[in-house]
Nanobody, 120 residues
Framework: QVQLVESGGGLVLPGGSLRLSCVAS????????MGWYRQAPGNERERVAS???????NYADAVTGRFTISRDNAKNTVYLQMNSLKPEDSAVYYC??????????????WGQGTQVTVSS
C-alpha cells in the first residue's frame, strides 16, 4: 500500500499563490507517476497536473502557465506551485500516484485531500 499525505492548502486572495506538498510513504517501490487532481462542489474530479519519475510533466489547459508541478524523488514528495490563483481554482486538491510494473500500471492511490479556497 502507498500512503499519500497532502499539505499546504488554505484561503488565499485572488491573484495570490499557494504551494501544495504531498509525501508518499509505505510500499513506494516502483512508484512512477504522481499528480494532482481537484474537485469542486457539484463537479467531477479533474486532473490538474502530473509528473513522471523522470520529470516529464503534463498540465490541464486551465492551469497552464500558472501552476508548476515538481517532485523530489529522494524525499518521495511532489509539489504543486499555484500562482495567479482565481476563484475558479477553489476546490479540494487530491494527490495521486501510480506504480509502473513494467507492463501495466497499478490502481490509483489517493491522498485525503486539502482544501484550497480563493476568495476576497
Amino acid at each position: 500500500q502507498v500512503q499519500l499525505v497532502e499539505s499546504g492548502g488554505g484561503l488565499v486572495l485572488p491573484g495570490g499563490s499557494l504551494r501544495l506538498s504531498c509525501v508518499a510513504s509505505g510500499s513506494i517501490f516502483n512508484l512512477n507517476a504522481m499528480g494532482w487532481y481537484r474537485q469542486a462542489p457539484g463537479n467531477e474530479r479533474e486532473r490538474v497536473a502530473s509528473i513522471t519519475v523522470g520529470g516529464g510533466t503534463n498540465y490541464a489547459d486551465a492551469v497552464t502557465g500558472r501552476f508548476t508541478i515538481s517532485r523530489d524523488n529522494a524525499k518521495n514528495t511532489v509539489y504543486l506551485q499555484m500562482n495567479s490563483l482565481k476563484p475558479e481554482d477553489s476546490a479540494v486538491y487530491y494527490c495521486n500516484a501510480r506504480k509502473w510494473y513494467g507492463d501495466r500500471w497499478s490502481p490509483d492511490y489517493w491522498g485525503q485531500g486539502t482544501q484550497v479556497t480563493v476568495s476576497s
